[in-house]
């Protein structure tokens, strides 16, 4: 099998089992350094969202892993996670927004490097700005709220990135894409607690961004609602009222129930070493574990 028969596998296998995937030469990854480099250096980045978010990315592949060219960018469909936490004899429903589950990581990797060894390639990690790589790839275009929406499954998406040394894709220049659907479209502009979304500037003002507020470790600011928290990390309600994720927005599973104690224990930010391990493992089912330290803050905040 040619390279190009074997991303052209890759892409249809993803299809079949309900993913999209896109293969992209390694030479785009400059131009996403490019991109990110010249907002920061015209100021349209805010200097913490830089550090926390924007070094965190690996751009110099070909010194670290000269074998790798090309880039394989994934999407799966993710439903919202209602948790249920008790406290004082009272229930809480709490949501986790789509993007935060990753049991579909594996799948996808899994699929991915049964098709690339059995071609004699390798699946290597990547640590890449995956929403940028979505919308410049083709694979997603941006909302005004500057979220990823992925034709046929709204932003209710995980996105992932992979790097293989399978030399092929489409080299042409990239350019990111706005929905259509934003041309007549204010909802999330006017839904948006924080004003992050503004009329005058495509990019929003990510560090006023409620999702950019609670995965930091700081307390929230001062001019922070207490009313306008709405998940135990990250924020829905930009992505809830867009009319693209109209068919998707009821679309909630069970995730785990804390008990009283448990529930206690979190909001007392008890550290891992002395969580119980049940109680971890039901951090761990929901992916909270790494946002262990956040969780109390969050989380007293959606009870109050
Ligand atoms: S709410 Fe409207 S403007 Fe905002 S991303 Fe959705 S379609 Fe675009
Ligand atoms: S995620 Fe929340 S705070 Fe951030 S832009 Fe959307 S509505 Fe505003």
Known sequence: MTPDQTAELICSKLEENGYRGIVLPIEHVAQLKHEIEECNSQGKIDAELYDKYLTYFEFDITTSLPR???IIITAAPQPQRKITFHLNGHTYLVIIPPTYYADTDNQIRN???????????QLYPAALPLKLLAVYSGMAKYGKNNIAYVEGLGSFVRLKAFLSDMSTGRSDSLEPRVMKECDRCKACLNECPTRAIVPDRFLIHAERCITFLNEGREEFPGWVDSAWHNSLIGCMKCQ???????????WVEEGEDFNEAETQLILNGVPLDRVPPETAHKLNRCYML???DVL?????????
């Open 240 to 250: 809830l009222v867009c009319p693209v994720n109209k068919r998707f927005i009821k």
């Open 290 to 292: 790494e946002y262990l």
């Open 111 to 121: 699929m991915l490097q049964d098709i690339l060894n059995s071609n004699d390639y």
């Open 296 to 304: 109390p803050r969050n989380l007293r905040a959606l009870l109050e």
């Open 68 to 70: 790798a060219c090309s």
